[in-house]
């Protein structure tokens, strides 16, 4: 057989998602991407802190809306993107195990629960006010009540190591954030962000809003420190940042968003050693929320 | 119909028909203040490690009501480790048994009360019928519903194996010296935490008394520990290397402050900042009941409430009205001796406080506002502030955005619930908020719409053990009250995902 082929694959052009749409970097850049073996996979865009900006706007604007509409309604949509996942799960299965260096079974097996993690949260949207919610008991006459409500845009800084990061985790600190009502700006993956930029053609298809997810690839150091400082950011998410990341060191970032008291969601102790196929618990849901109470007389 | 109701000429008309007469609480039932204190740790008072002194005064006269020690870098690691080495213990301790040292401490805390409150009142310059009527109760309230907490942990969903954090760090303000111990305490060690607190360096001889209280209660040694001092022992307690939980009651600034210094350490952190509430007011609000409102929303403590309704926001159509019958009710409250039962506004809580207060409305003036307040006089000692309200306030004006914390309230105006709720929300705060309305779905619909973690419609500054409190925004993080104000004092099983 000849060394050209008789027919030659589609490359694919991977973009940003921001507002509901694919722009390119503002910088025009792109960094290679390779997979386990070091083999160039594609080129992602070299995301900038404007597209963070960019995307942080977009974040904002959709947050009316997104927090606006029913929890029944935000479980539709996030069993939506479930369904469209399982429609694309062989391509999902082929990134990740490009992105991770794993084999088929294992990557597949990965994708699947990354799928039945969409089930999970969008089952619990209509479920997260009862469990944290609460009618209290004071003492007189008053109606009380305490109801959780989103913090409004969180900044996520999403797994760069451990066993399914590139995906199944991604997916895990995004939807226990939009589940609730918050609308996310999201710094993939900087080795592996290929998974990460597919989901945002997943959801583009899924009747999730424009702005609700934004996803940016790049260098964690460009983009973790905007989120962080950003005055329009309420709430961040530290998954991802490690010690090695220098500007995008968790420390840093966490002492960044002491200017604005963002409310911070620290790395665990050891991010790299994470197992994302560990059930997730309530932790990630609760941690974007405000607990608003109150207060009416009762009388005649 | 009723056959009794009073035609309008039999209502007695408006003005002082009779004066007051003094009803003096004894300063003496405050029991005896020492001349100087030193610190409580490990079950004991002590001295500082330093000679430096810092004296606290009754903000109604001016004198000098004791000496207190300006707590040092050692005195806060000798509280840490006293607070470290009784944590294995008490947290050891089944729950059940925790529950009755708090039910004593509340129990001992009821029975002192009046000295508590009389003392509070002395050192704070609030009203005795505040903390009689008010601060006492709460105390008391929240370390019973606390109590009750502490056997029962299993079930407050946090997981399924909470765990105390270690040994909490709490720095308190001045503005309700015994309530926001109180806050801090009970559910610090419902939970298991062994604590060190610091009371405000203007505020510290209630804290130094409860002390006293865990004595009586037979509190183990070291499970709770009390140093005084400023701002510098603060930055001491909260910068301790071997503090797991840092708690802070106070302002945004120093807030902030501490967020930065706790960045990358994985202690625990939550924050009861600043606030600028919104209290607003629609054409169809009762009227009495909404001045009633405006006036417990911003005059009580002096205005010294984080959370107190410091923006009057009135719908235009009944500006006029609303302002009058404020006016007539502002001309009824009575300024003077805290210690006197028919007092409602007591002293300012330090000449620093006075002073900021004293810039921030002379800035509403030059930034042209209209000044009002009623015709009173003022003790010729003592630091006092009258009941002020501005009017022709605009949104950019500092005293529309910066926390004044005393006694002044800035009225806005707006014509429809949308742009009320775009001018509620336009600060970096969100502590609170109140609406005064007839009308519920569009009560429902204003607090949905508030960024503000407390909503008070058809009412104001109700508090309850029961009830979550804290804010939305700059306000801080964290929730104190109810089941929610467990979880800043818990860790629960390791995070994988």
Same mark, same amino acid.
């Given at each position: 057989?000849?060394?050209?082929?008789?027919?030659?694959?589609?490359?694919?052009?991977?973009?940003?998602?921001?507002?509901?749409?694919?722009?390119?970097?503002?910088?025009?850049?792109?960094?290679?991407? /390779?997979?386990?073996?070091?083999?160039?996979?594609?080129?992602?865009?070299?995301?900038?802190?404007?597209?963070?900006?960019?995307?942080?706007?977009?974040?904002?604007?959709?947050?009316?809306?997104?927090?606006?509409?029913?929890?029944?309604?935000?479980?539709?949509?996030?069993?939506?993107?479930?369904?469209?996942?399982?429609?694309?799960?062989?391509?999902?299965?082929?990134?990740?195990?490009?992105?991770?260096?794993?084999?088929?079974?294992?990557?597949?097996?990965?994708?699947?629960?990354?799928?039945?993690?969409?089930?999970?949260?969008?089952?619990?949207?209509?479920?997260?006010?009862?469990?944290?919610?609460?009618?209290?008991?004071?003492?007189?006459?008053?109606?009380?009540?305490?109801? %959780?409500?989103?913090?409004?845009?969180?900044?996520?800084?999403?797994?760069?190591?451990?066993?399914?990061?590139?995906?199944?985790?991604?997916?895990?600190?995004?939807?226990?954030?939009?589940?609730?009502?918050?609308?996310?700006?999201?710094?993939?993956?900087?080795?592996?962000?290929?998974?990460?930029?597919?989901?945002?053609?997943?959801?583009?298809?899924?009747?999730? %809003?424009?702005?609700?997810?934004?996803?940016?690839?790049?260098?964690?150091?460009?983009?973790?420190?905007?989120?962080?400082?950003?005055?329009?950011?309420?709430?961040?998410?530290?998954?991802?940042?490690?010690?090695?990341?220098?500007?995008?060191?968790?420390?840093?970032?966490?002492?960044?968003?002491?200017?604005?008291?963002?409310?911070?969601?620290?790395?665990?102790?050891?991010?790299?050693?994470?197992?994302?196929?560990?059930?997730?618990? /309530?932790?990630?849901?609760?941690?974007?929320?405000?607990?608003?109470?109150?207060?009416?007389?009762?009388?005649? | 119909? +009723?056959?009794?109701?009073?035609?309008?000429?039999?209502?007695?008309?408006?003005?002082?028909?009779?004066?007051?007469?003094?009803?003096?609480?004894?300063?003496? +039932?405050?029991?005896?203040?020492?001349?100087?204190?030193?610190?409580?740790?490990? @079950?004991?008072?002590?001295?500082?490690? @330093?000679?430096?002194?810092?004296?606290?005064?009754?903000?109604?006269?001016?004198?000098?009501?004791?000496? !207190?020690? $300006?707590?040092?870098?050692?005195?806060?690691?000798?509280?840490?480790?006293?607070?470290?080495?009784?944590?294995?213990?008490?947290?050891?301790?089944?729950?059940?048994?925790?529950?009755?040292?708090?039910?004593?401490?509340?129990?001992?805390? $009821?029975?002192?009360?009046?000295?508590?409150?009389?003392?509070?009142?002395?050192?704070?310059?609030?009203?005795?019928?505040? #903390?009689?009527?008010?601060?006492?109760?709460?105390?008391?309230?929240?370390? !019973?519903?606390?109590?009750?907490?502490?056997?029962?942990?299993?079930?407050?969903?946090? @997981?399924?194996?909470?765990?105390?954090?270690?040994?909490?760090?709490?720095?308190?303000?001045?503005? !309700?010296?015994?309530?926001?111990?109180?806050?801090?305490?009970?559910?610090?060690?419902?939970? @298991?935490?062994?604590?060190?607190?610091?009371? +405000?360096?203007?505020?510290?001889?209630?804290?130094?008394r409860f002390a006293e209280i865990c004595r009586q209660a037979g509190l183990p040694k070291g499970v709770v520990n009390i140093i005084t001092g400023d701002g510098r022992t603060g930055a001491a307690l909260t910068a301790h290397p071997d503090v797991n939980k840092v708690a802070f009651t106070g302002s945004t600034n120093v807030g902030r402050s501490i967020a930065r210094q706790l960045a990358g350490s994985r202690k625990k952190l939550s924050l009861e900042l600043g606030g600028k509430a919104a209290n607003i007011v629609f054409d169809d609000a009762p009227i009495?009941?909404?001045?009633?409102?405006?006036?417990?929303?911003?005059?009580?403590?002096?205005?010294?409430?984080?959370?107190?309704?410091?923006?009057?926001?009135? $719908?235009?159509?009944?500006?006029?009205?609303?302002?009058?019958?404020?006016?007539?009710?502002?001309?009824?409250?009575?300024?003077?001796?805290?210690?006197d039962k028919n007092t409602d506004i007591g002293a300012i809580n330090s000449a620093a406080q006075l002073a900021r207060i004293t810039e921030l409305t002379a800035a509403g003036e030059a930034e042209g506002a209209e000044r009002w307040a009623p015709a009173c006089e003022l003790p010729s000692a003592g630091y006092w502030f009258k009941p002020t309200i501005f009017t022709g306030v605009s949104q950019a004006h500092r005293i529309a955005q910066e926390e004044i914390f005393g006694p002044v309230l800035s009225v806005l105006t707006f014509r429809t619930p949308d742009?009320?709720?775009?001018?509620?929300?336009? #600060?970096?705060?969100?502590?609170?908020?109140?609406?005064?309305?007839?009308?519920?779905?569009?009560?429902?619909?204003? +607090?949905?719409?508030?960024?503000?973690?407390?909503?008070?419609?058809?009412?104001?500054?109700? !508090?309850?053990?029961?009830?979550?409190?804290?804010?939305?925004?700059?306000?801080?993080?964290?929730?104190?009250?109810?089941?929610?104000?467990?979880?800043?004092?818990?860790?629960?099983?390791?995070?994988?995902?």
């Open positions: 057989m000849s060394e050209i082929a008789t027919r030659l694959d589609v490359m694919k052009t991977y973009k940003l998602f921001v507002g509901g749409k694919f722009p390119r970097s503002e910088s025009g850049r792109v960094y290679e991407v /390779t997979d386990g073996k070091g083999q160039w996979l594609a080129n992602a865009p070299l995301g900038t802190r404007k597209d963070t900006r960019d995307a942080v706007l977009a974040a904002r604007a959709a947050v009316k809306g997104w927090a606006g509409t029913t929890a029944y309604n935000r479980g539709q949509v996030l069993y939506r993107v479930a369904e469209m996942l399982q429609g694309r799960r062989e391509q999902f299965a082929a990134e990740v195990a490009a992105a991770e260096g794993l084999g088929a079974k294992k990557s597949a097996a990965l994708v699947d629960q990354a799928i039945d993690r969409w089930v999970w949260y969008a089952g619990w949207t209509d479920k997260v006010a009862q469990i944290a919610g609460a009618a209290n008991p004071v003492a007189g006459p008053y109606f009380n009540l305490s109801v %959780p409500e989103p913090t409004g845009v969180v900044g996520i800084v999403a797994p760069q190591a451990g066993y399914g990061h590139s995906f199944l985790g991604l997916v895990s600190v995004i939807a226990p954030a939009i589940a609730t009502g918050n609308t996310v700006v999201v710094a993939a993956a900087a080795n592996a962000p290929l998974p990460a930029l597919s989901l945002g053609e997943v959801l583009a298809t899924s009747d999730v %809003p424009g702005g609700v997810v934004n996803i940016i690839s790049g260098r964690t150091a460009d983009l973790a420190p905007t989120l962080a400082s950003h005055q329009d950011v309420n709430a961040l998410d530290l998954t991802g940042a490690i010690a090695a990341d220098g500007p995008g060191a968790a420390a840093v970032l966490e002492a960044a968003a002491a200017d604005t008291l963002k409310r911070v969601l620290r790395p665990a102790v050891d991010p790299s050693a994470q197992d994302w196929t560990n059930a997730p618990g /309530t932790e990630r849901l609760l941690s974007f929320l405000e607990t608003k109470t109150v207060w009416h007389p009762m009388g005649q | 119909m +009723a056959k009794n109701k009073k035609t309008e000429a039999e209502l007695p008309k408006s003005g002082p028909l009779f004066d007051y007469a003094p009803a003096p609480e004894s300063p003496a +039932a405050a029991g005896e203040i020492a001349t100087s204190y030193g610190h409580f740790i490990g @079950g004991e008072f002590v001295d500082s490690s @330093g000679s430096e002194a810092l004296k606290t005064v009754n903000p109604a006269t001016e004198q000098v009501l004791a000496e !207190f020690a $300006q707590g040092t870098e050692e005195d806060v690691e000798r509280a840490v480790k006293a607070a470290r080495k009784a944590f294995g213990d008490w947290s050891a301790l089944p729950g059940s048994e925790r529950a009755k040292y708090l039910y004593r401490i509340a129990r001992i805390i $009821q029975e002192r009360s009046r000295e508590l409150a009389v003392l509070e009142s002395i050192d704070n310059g609030k009203p005795i019928k505040e #903390t009689r009527d008010f601060d006492l109760p709460m105390v008391a309230a929240w370390f !019973f519903y606390y109590a009750g907490w502490a056997d029962k942990l299993d079930y407050a969903g946090f @997981g399924p194996n909470p765990r105390p954090v270690g040994v909490a760090a709490q720095v308190i303000p001045w503005n !309700f010296p015994l309530m926001m111990l109180a806050w801090k305490i009970a559910p610090a060690l419902a939970t @298991g935490n062994t604590v060190v607190l610091k009371p +405000a360096e203007t505020t510290p001889l209630t804290a130094l009495d009941q909404a001045v009633e409102g405006i006036v417990n929303g911003i005059f009580f403590n002096q205005g010294h409430v984080c959370c107190a309704g410091s923006r009057l926001l009135v $719908q235009e159509s009944i500006q006029d009205e609303l302002l009058e019958a404020l006016k007539r009710r502002m001309a009824t409250l009575r300024l003077g001796d805290p210690l742009e009320a709720v775009a001018k509620a929300n336009n #600060t970096p705060f969100g502590l609170s908020a109140g609406i005064w309305t007839e009308k519920g779905s569009r009560i429902l619909w204003m +607090a949905d719409k508030l960024k503000a973690g407390v909503v008070w419609a058809n009412t104001f500054n109700k !508090f309850d053990p029961t009830s979550p409190f804290g804010g939305y925004k700059e306000s801080g993080y964290g929730r104190e009250g109810g089941r929610h104000g467990l979880e800043p004092y818990l860790n629960v099983e390791a995070r994988d995902v």
